[in-house]
């Protein structure tokens, strides 16, 4: 059977996942006895708003990446980064894992989760840190910017979402924002970074859409960890290589950066991410990024001493507007 996306399903998708089954009374009966009612909007409205607090805190997170990632590079080469956070978060996944004495993912699963593997635990990491070379955390934004739209058009591809005519132009305006404002900040000049950069967009997008797939099947933590877990063999080996040909300075910046990378982003941030999309679809979810150039800017001002274009306030205002109303469409 084909999954739907939640976004434009007609009943949402807390009531049918195996994990939001066990975690809300709304749903469970009392004892093996009782049989789960249909569920109303008020007994939808907690778990829809669990799932877009959910998405919203991975947002935030996902907005430091790129500041994290250039204080990394001021220490190490861009393959000592990739490899090193992407070791460090398998580490913590692996305990975690283990803890939980969790079983390893039916075969039918595998595939989805070698994509999440190599979109967001190895494709993106990798050429958004190339890109950051070359290119500032600015330019860079133009990539995320274009990131909810090309994962709400993956997942209605994968999953055969449908959502609606409103939802598709507000989604439009707010990457032309975004989009606008980012190459408005960096003089509209291409850098050479940018192939990188729109290579990075096609894999991420290909790794949510499997994530938030995944995640109706397992939780959203799992998914992560068993994709870490699949690509450890990859970024152990090419962590020993890269950290005997690449020049190594540990600072506090470093240091700093390489951890908020390896546990905030590419552990913890993708879990609440992958749980919010289960709880609120795909595509709804991918549009709060919409947000996330814009927060990637105030703390690019604060921690690597970049100016706040005038334009941002009303960007930032633009950008919330078609936020709200991508949350309250229906297909």
């Avoid at 569920?39 to 998405?55: E, F, I, N």
């Avoid at 070791?87 to 305990?95: H, N, R, T």
């Avoid at 999440?116 to 995320?144: D, E, M």
Wanted: glycine share 10%; hydrophobic share 55%.
């Amino acid at each position: 059977m084909r999954d739907n996306d939640s976004a434009i399903a007609p009943t949402a998708i807390a009531v049918s996942t195996p994990e939001q089954h066990a975690e809300s009374p709304d749903v469970r009966g009392a004892g093996p006895a009782t049989r789960a009612t249909p569920a109303g909007p008020a007994t939808l409205g907690a778990p829809l708003a669990r799932g877009v607090l959910l998405a919203a805190l991975a947002v935030a997170s996902f907005s430091l990446t790129f500041p994290a990632t250039a204080w990394a590079l001021e220490g190490m080469g861009p393959w000592t980064v990739v490899t090193l956070r992407s070791a460090l978060a398998a580490a913590l996944a692996g305990g975690c894992l283990a803890a939980f004495r969790v079983p390893v993912p039916e075969r039918r699963h595998w595939a989805g989760i070698a994509v999440v593997a190599g979109g967001v635990v190895l494709g993106f990491p990798l050429l958004t840190t190339l890109a950051l070379q070359t290119s500032t955390t600015s330019h860079a934004a133009v990539v995320v910017g274009l990131l909810p739209l090309t994962t709400a058009a993956f997942s209605a591809v994968r999953t055969g979402a449908r959502p609606s005519r409103t939802f598709w132009i507000a989604s439009l305006a707010g990457a032309v924002v975004v989009i606008g404002f980012a190459l408005q900040q960096s003089g509209g000049t291409p850098s050479s970074g940018d192939l990188f950069l729109f290579a990075a967009l096609l894999v991420c997008a290909a790794g949510y859409t499997e994530g938030g797939r995944l995640a109706r099947h397992m939780p959203g933590w799992q998914v992560i960890g068993w994709a870490l877990m699949l690509a450890l063999p990859l970024t152990v080996s090419g962590a020993a290589v890269a950290l005997a040909t690449e020049p190594l300075r540990l600072t506090a910046h470093t240091v700093g950066g390489l951890l908020w990378l390896a546990v905030g982003s590419q552990f913890l941030g993708l879990v609440v991410w992958c749980r919010g999309m289960a709880a609120i679809g795909v595509s709804k979810a991918s549009q709060l990024q919409l947000a996330q150039p814009l927060l990637t800017l105030v703390w690019s001002v604060l921690l690597l001493g970049e100016r706040l274009p005038p334009a941002a306030p009303t960007a930032a205002l633009a950008v919330l507007v078609c936020i709200a109303i991508t949350q309250r469409t229906r297909g």
